[in-house]
């Protein structure tokens, strides 16, 4: 793995047992304990997961705002210092680049985190959607550390280090001190639980996370990996990009029409994408369970009661909350029910719900 990169955490990751696996060009650790004692560590306690391999920007200038509430399909104008704000990036064509997400700082600063295996394509498409602009961009990503600190009892845990701090509510951030180090506290995550990920500088991150971990010990916290993240994701119906988003999967495709403002009267993509909203027979991003125990892999096909190919699968893992096979799919007809997938000579029922599937 000498050609990945490494965050600050990788030798305390394998001074913990983890195991570490290539992800979107970084040494990552997929697993410590076990992926399903880590997954139910987030549901029923706490756990923390180093997702410092993100992507962070900073947008700053007069016309910051004005920027990109052209360049991202949600509102980004008029929201006030201390918010977050999750948003599709996209081309004029609808293709969805990324999805990520905007905090706002002050009046003309934004910090902008985008997933890792699109730093590079990102920050070149907002390079060249800031033409005309009088915005100043930054990729900061190699000086910034980030931990997330997610589940029931991770407000506690965070608490506990701040006592006489006031936390941020959800999609709400702000700068806060934490056993001596400045961090930024935003109250969002990617596991489907209540908690926080904390920004620091790149050089603090070790000391964040042997801070975290001691004061973690009371709430019974512990570290998870990849493997989790993806299960816990999945369970709370949230997109992974290249799978349920892409260039080809949009967001009125994905279902996340609630955050692509067709009211705005500008923003790259507004007309592909506002055909799209019109258009009944796209095919669509679905959630499902599925009968037995074996798990219906990304491309398996999906077939309808006509033995018909309707769909292919997206994602799929056990759900340890359901303890049973779960996925996405993407669907071009639902109509002849029951679908179905056939794994390894066995036809498995599929049943279709909303997430989140844990709850």
Not at 261 to 277: I, N, S, V, Y
Not at 319 to 342: F, K, T
Request: with cysteine.
């Amino acid at each position: 793995m000498s050609d990945l990169k490494q965050t600050p955490l990788i030798d305390f990751h394998k001074q913990l047992g983890a195991r570490c696996v290539p992800f979107a060009g970084w040494e990552m650790p997929v697993s410590y304990a076990g992926i399903i004692e880590e997954h139910m560590a987030v549901r029923e306690r706490c756990g923390f997961f180093d997702v410092c391999h993100m992507g962070e920007f900073v947008v700053s200038g007069p016309q910051a705002e004005q920027f990109l509430d052209h360049a991202l399909t949600n509102h980004i104008a008029g929201t006030p210092a201390g918010k977050a704000v999750y948003s599709p990036l996209c081309a004029a064509n609808g293709a969805t680049i990324d999805d990520l997400i905007v905090y706002r700082r002050g009046a003309e600063d934004f910090l902008v985190v985008v997933n890792a295996s699109n730093i590079d394509k990102d920050f070149a498409h907002f390079q060249a959607q800031a033409e005309g602009y009088e915005v100043k961009l930054e990729n900061i990503s190699d000086a910034v550390g980030l931990i997330a600190v997610q589940g029931p009892r991770a407000v506690e845990l965070v608490q506990s280090l701040a006592p006489d701090t006031t936390l941020p509510k959800r999609f709400r951030h702000a700068a806060v001190t934490l056993g001596g180090l400045e961090c930024r506290l935003s109250r969002t995550g990617y596991t489907g639980e209540d908690g926080f990920e904390v920004f620091c500088a790149a050089g603090d991150t070790l000391a964040l996370a042997k801070l975290l971990t001691a004061a973690g010990e009371p709430f019974g916290a512990q570290w998870c990996g990849l493997g989790a993240r993806d299960s816990l994701r999945l369970e709370a119906g949230f997109p992974l990009y290249g799978h349920e988003l892409s260039e080809t999967i949009t967001p009125i495709i994905a279902g996340l029409g609630w955050a692509v403002k067709l009211d705005k009267p500008h923003f790259t993509g507004r007309e592909a994408l506002g055909e799209q909203a019109m258009d009944a027979n796209l095919p669509r991003v679905r959630f499902f369970t599925l009968e037995g125990r074996r798990i219906a892999r990304e491309g398996t096909e999906v077939l309808d009661a006509e033995n018909k190919v309707v769909g292919k699968v997206l994602s799929g893992t056990l759900s340890p909350v359901r303890n049973q096979p779960i996925g996405s799919a993407l669907l071009s007809d639902e109509s002849e029910l029951p679908l179905r997938v056939e794994l390894r000579g066995h036809t498995a029922e599929m049943t279709l719900l909303e997430p989140p599937l844990h709850k």
